[in-house]
């Protein structure tokens, strides 16, 4: 019985590939695809919601607020128009309340970091242009948690405290002290945040910032900064050595 040589069989046709028709190779990571803007605008009417119910009102009623207001003054001044009118309201009051959105969606973002470690950082997070602002704390108290965080414009220097004023109060005297011997002519201002008496909330730090009287110019604020990030921060000496008696290691520079 003859037998069939392996190249008489016939090959399997491999699938032609085509632009549209690609497989991803087996492995390779899927690309997550993004939000869109409606869905984000969907999640944060949700998030904002769930913390200030009564957004839905206020939202409602600057949409139909300054239709009302779009109608009345097209009627005014061409009576028998109001077609106009409600196409130039509709666009007017949907804007008008996405701005309501957008301002109470902020404070319920503040009320959810309000009291926690780290909250100053993050409301100075969001400064306008003109302000040079540091992510880590100029001064951290490790056993209380206390920080004190730093923010260049042209008001000066700015010290936001995260802490009891009692409390926070070394550590913002010992950076003031620092910032006066390195920068003895720029005015460093010091804001507390809380909810005490003459503290600032947290949802108020930058509008009070920003109320702040200019002083430098927007060269200065950039010689400011770089002067004190070439001071760094220094790390503490270790208790029970004294660096005036200490002596270097003879037999370690000659080699052993």
Do not use: C
Not at 44 to 62: C, E, Q, S
Not at 109 to 137: C, T, V
Not at 235 to 242: C, E, N, S
Request: hydrophobic share 40%; charged share 25%; net charge positive.
């Amino acid at each position: 019985m003859a037998k069939t040589s392996d190249s008489a069989q016939p090959a399997a046709e491999k699938p032609k590939r085509s632009l549209f028709n690609r497989a991803p190779k087996d492995g390779a990571p899927k690309k997550e695809k993004k939000p869109g803007r409606l869905k984000q605008m969907v999640d944060i009417f949700k998030m904002t919601r769930r913390h200030d119910p009564m957004v839905v009102w206020y939202m409602l009623g600057a949409f139909l607020g300054l239709i009302l207001v779009s109608l009345l003054v097209t009627v005014l001044v061409s009576p028998g128009n109001w077609i106009t009118g409600l196409l130039v309201g509709l666009p007017l009051g949907l804007l008008g309340a996405l701005l309501i959105m957008s301002r109470r969606a902020e404070r319920a973002a503040y009320s959810q970091i309000e009291g926690k470690p780290g909250a100053a950082g993050a409301a100075l997070s969001s400064l306008r242009r003109g302000w040079i602002f540091d992510e880590q704390p100029a001064a951290v108290n490790p056993r209380t948690q206390d920080v004190v965080f730093r923010a260049i414009g042209k008001p000066g220097i700015v010290l936001v405290t995260e802490g009891p004023s009692t409390r926070v109060k070394g550590l913002v005297d010992a950076e003031r002290r620092r910032l006066n011997r390195i920068l003895p002519n720029v005015t460093v201002t010091v804001i507390e945040t809380g909810k005490g008496e003459g503290q600032v909330p947290i949802a108020k730090i930058t509008k009070k910032m920003n109320k702040l009287k200019g002083e430098l110019t927007k060269i200065e604020v950039g010689a400011v900064n770089k002067r004190i990030s070439s001071m760094g921060n220094k790390l503490p000496i270790p208790k029970g050595i004294d660096p005036y008696k200490a002596r270097p290691d003879r037999k370690a520079s000659r080699g052993r």
